[in-house]
C-alpha cells in the first residue's frame, strides 16, 4: 500500500477562494481523521470519520470549514471562503479498529497557505 | 481525559541512547501510552506504543512504570536522522490521537 495520500502538497489562494483538500486512507482502514498543523496550536484534531461516517467534529473551528466521507477511500475537507487565517498544514491519517491498541498512519500533509 | 507532560526540549549525542520521558499519571486501566515523532515538514511517525508490559521494537523501547502513571520512550543509538519532535500520548475512547507539544530532541554530531 502506498501509505494515505494527500492531494493537492502545496496550495496557494487567494482570500474569500473556496480551497478542497483531499485525502485517500489505507485501503482496510475504517477509521479517518483530519488535523490541521500551525505553530500557535500546534496538531489540533478537526473531525475524523469511522466507516465513513463523522463521529465527532468538535474540532472544526467554524461553519466554513466542513468534511466528507462519500466512500471508504476518499475524504474531502473544504474551507468556503478561506482566510488568511486558515493558513496551515492539514494532515490526513488513517487506522483500523482494533483490540490492543492500533496506530494511526499519517499522510504527507498539504500546505495550505491563504493570501 | 488522560493528559501528558513532557519536557519541551532534549539533547542527545550521537550514538548515544536517548531517553524521552512522559507523564501521565491520569491514564485509565485501558488507556494505551503511544509514541509519534514528527521529523519537520513531515507527516507524525509511529514508533512504539504499550498498555503496561515494556515494549521493544526495531525503532525504540518504551518503558512504562508499575502504576502506569510515566513512560520513557528509549531511542538505543541515536543518530542524526532522530532529530525530531517526539510525542507521547495515551489513547481516548475511540482512535482519536490527540497530539500535546512534545519534546524536540535534538541529537548533537
Known amino acids: 500500500d502506498a501509505g494515505v495520500i494527500q492531494s493537492p502538497r502545496h496550495e496557494v489562494t487567494e482570500m474569500g477562494q473556496e480551497v478542497t483538500l483531499r485525502c485517500k486512507p489505507i485501503s482496510g482502514h475504517d477509521y479517518l481523521f483530519w488535523y490541521r498543523q500551525t505553530m500557535m496550536r500546534g496538531l489540533e484534531l478537526l473531525i475524523y470519520?469511522?466507516?465513513?461516517?463523522?463521529?465527532?467534529d468538535s474540532g472544526m473551528p467554524e461553519d466554513r470549514f466542513s468534511a466528507k466521507m462519500p466512500n471508504a477511500s476518499f475524504s474531502t475537507l473544504k474551507i468556503q471562503p478561506s482566510e488568511p487565517r486558515d493558513s496551515a498544514v492539514y494532515f490526513c491519517?488513517?487506522?483500523?479498529?482494533?483490540?490492543?491498541?492500533?496506530?494511526?498512519?499519517f499522510g504527507q500533509g498539504t500546505r495550505l497557505t491563504v493570501v | 481525559d488522560a493528559k501528558t507532560t513532557q519536557p519541551t526540549s532534549m539533547d542527545c549525542a550521537e550514538g548515544r541512547a536517548a531517553n524521552l520521558p512522559c507523564n501521565h499519571s491520569?491514564?485509565?486501566?485501558?488507556?494505551?501510552v503511544y509514541w509519534y515523532r514528527q521529523i519537520h515538514s513531515q507527516g507524525p511517525q509511529y514508533i512504539i506504543h504499550g498498555l503496561k508490559n515494556n515494549e521493544t521494537n526495531e525503532m525504540a523501547s518504551l518503558i512504562i512504570t508499575e502504576d502506569r502513571k510515566s513512560s520513557t520512550l528509549i531511542l538505543p543509538h541515536a543518530t542524526l536522522r532522530d532529530t525530531a519532535v517526539y510525542y507521547c500520548?495515551?489513547?481516548?475512547?475511540?482512535?482519536?490521537?490527540?497530539f500535546g507539544t512534545g519534546t524536540s530532541l535534538t541529537v548533537i554530531p
Open positions: 491520569t491514564i485509565s486501566g485501558n488507556e494505551y
Open positions: 470519520f469511522n466507516n465513513n461516517v463523522p463521529i465527532d
Open positions: 491519517a488513517s487506522s483500523s479498529a482494533g483490540s490492543g491498541g492500533t496506530e494511526a498512519f
Open positions: 500520548i495515551v489513547l481516548r475512547t475511540g482512535n482519536q490521537f490527540y
